[in-house]
């Protein structure tokens, strides 16, 4: 195994949309030397890489990032950080500039204003928003750009950190990345859970299938805090082809019914946990399958949606065409995903400070990993990224280094599983296993989405049993290693989210998740449900909400 050791000031592990947006805000900064890596490739990675046609996070006219603050308080049925979601709605604006000056398209209406899909989204044409970004990046002579690296821990001597360890997805190299001040922006986490289709479809989910929760998985690891990865994501999806929901409901006026043609959206709310419940609530009721529909649709409304689907979900439009569909009165199944962990949605991800800095000295969260501001989505995640990344300089030249033992652990680490021969066990075996146990004992598609204690307690310790087995596992490669890493990675996020869903006593967002033990929201349980690793075992902490605009660690 060749090594490589490269220093920077400062490190961004994660090339999606955030950690591209923190590498060109590093460039405004005339940061000397930014370090980017990412798994994949810069150009088309992370969740955006197949584009999206709206930005949901923007402050319309008539409106203030106050207004944006109860939205996202309300839909969170009153759990979140608000010092965090007014810091990011603050710089909303900015950035989508920001993005039009790079080229990407965003729809006008007759007066020259940007096309609102309601007060908080804008239409754009986003195909091509992560090639765009990646452009950008690759511009700027102070960013190194590494692709195809896969970060498996952080430089850490569990109260800093000082940078990370990586190892080459398609070379055997192993990466020593040196950074007095460290960003991850790795996204959240799927493939925990069962997914909606089986075999070969597996992989068309909602969330980017190749995000196995790993800057979750080397924060916990390292010691970090983590908050409220109890409120899962479930989202509404078309059945079979999961593409977004929104675009029918917001784009075309499609309301939700059920089998009798009735509207029943009001019965459950329109929060978008509250969207999911109606579904699950309307099937065990026997009204089941539920549908999206809108009647008397005009030609320009089904371009529209055709043009839509196509630059961010094209197998609906092509499912419509294929079958030779008239939508003009559309009528489309929808369901609910398997859950996901992610901060760009719900609050879930590392414990921060309006800053953006971990309860790790000089470690940095923005985006999807970040946890306590929901309703961030593309934008949102942007703005934090640049949050972080001003954090992140101030002071950095003050850290020293880290002389750090996990280099060799990680290098002893890899080349045990690389040279061993064979194994009783496939990483994909023992990965069906964990989505198996996570479906069935705590709350996936196939529990309907719901748990009980009992249930938990026997997660854990089918967790523990598939972690121990993970150690034995072999890879012919470095691919395959990336493989075992991911798995090992989901298996710690597991462990820490059956945690609180344990410590949770109470049902807040019934769609995302249903307590059978404790059915019932409680004013009590208005607080937050943090947890640390701690001699190998998780351990839970409970803190009372954040008040006012500014929050600091009190180390």
């Known amino acids: 195994m060749k090594s490589i050791t490269l220093s920077a000031d400062i490190l961004i592990i994660g090339g999606g949309a955030a950690g591209c947006y923190a590498a060109l805000s590093a460039a405004r900064h005339r940061v000397g030397r930014v370090v980017l890596v990412e798994k994949a490739h810069i150009e088309r990675s992370g969740c955006l890489a197949a584009g999206v046609n709206a930005l ?7 409106h203030t990032p106050e207004d944006y603050v109860e939205y996202a308080r309300k839909d969170a049925e009153g759990l979140i950080r608000p010092d965090l979601v007014l810091s990011m709605a603050r710089r909303l604006n900015e950035v989508v500039g920001n993005l039009e000056k790079l080229g990407l398209t965003i729809l006008k209406d007759s007066e020259g204003h940007y096309a609102e899909r309601g007060w908080r989204n804008i239409k754009i044409n986003g195909e091509n928003l992560k090639p765009l970004l990646a452009a950008a990046v690759r511009a700027e002579p102070a960013v190194t750009v590494l692709n195809h690296v896969n970060v498996v821990s952080y430089l850490s001597d569990g109260e800093r950190v000082a940078g ?3 190892f080459g997805v398609r070379e055997p190299i192993q990466y020593v990345l040196k950074a007095p001040a460290v960003i991850c922006a790795t996204g959240g986490a799927a493939g925990i859970y069962r997914p909606n289709n089986p075999g070969s479809a597996r992989q068309a989910m909602w969330y980017c299938p190749f995000n196995s929760g790993s800057g979750y998985a080397q924060g916990i690891r390292a010691g970090a805090e983590m908050t409220t990865l109890e409120m899962r994501f479930v989202a ?3 059945k079979d082809t999961i593409a ?4 029918l409901a917001q784009g075309a006026g499609a ?3 059920n089998r009798l043609g009735e509207i029943y959206e009001e019965r459950y709310g329109f929060t978008t946990s509250g969207r999911i419940y109606g579904v699950r609530q309307e099937e065990l009721a026997g009204r089941g399958p539920s549908r999206l529909r809108a009647e008397n649709l005009s030609p320009g409304q089904i371009e529209d949606l055709y043009k839509a689907y196509l630059n961010m979900a094209p197998t609906q439009t092509l499912s419509w065409v294929e079958q030779g569909e008239d939508i003009s009165s559309l009528s489309v199944e929808i369901e609910g995903t398997e859950p996901y962990i992610i901060g760009g949605h719900t609050a879930g991800g590392y414990w921060v400070d309006t800053r953006r800095e971990t309860t790790l000295r000089g470690l940095f969260a923005a985006g999807d990993v970040a946890g306590g501001c929901p309703q961030k989505y593309v934008s949102g995640a942007m703005a934090e990224a640049e949050i972080a990344l001003e954090a992140a300089l101030d002071g950095a030249e003050l850290r020293p280094e880290l002389d750090s033992p996990e280099p060799a652990r990680c290098l002893a680490e890899a080349e045990k599983f690389l040279g061993r021969p064979a194994a009783l066990f496939t990483t994909g075996e023992l990965a069906e296993a964990l989505q198996k146990t996570m479906d069935e004992q705590a709350g996936g598609r196939g529990a309907g989405y719901s748990y009980q204690e009992a249930g938990l307690n026997q997660a854990e310790a089918r967790l523990d049993e598939l972690e121990d087995l993970s150690l034995g ?11 075992i890493q991911e798995l090992r990675d989901r298996l710690t996020v597991a462990r820490s989210l059956v945690a609180h869903l344990k410590a949770r006593r109470e049902t807040r967002w019934p769609g995302f998740g ?3 033990d404790y059915p019932r929201k409680e004013d009590t349980w208005l607080r937050y449900v943090n947890s640390r690793l701690k001699e190998g075992r998780v351990e839970i902490i409970f803190r009372d909400m954040v008040r006012g605009d500014k929050y600091e660690h009190q180390y």
């Open 255 to 257: 309301r939700q019914v």
């Open 164 to 166: 990370a360890v990586g």
């Open 473 to 483: 596992l072999a890879a012919a490669n470095m691919p395959e290693l990336m493989k």
């Open 244 to 247: 977004p929901t929104g675009t």
């Open 514 to 516: 249903l307590h059978l």
């Open 56 to 62: 949901n996070a923007y402050i319309g006219r008539g």
């Open 236 to 238: 509404l999806r078309c």
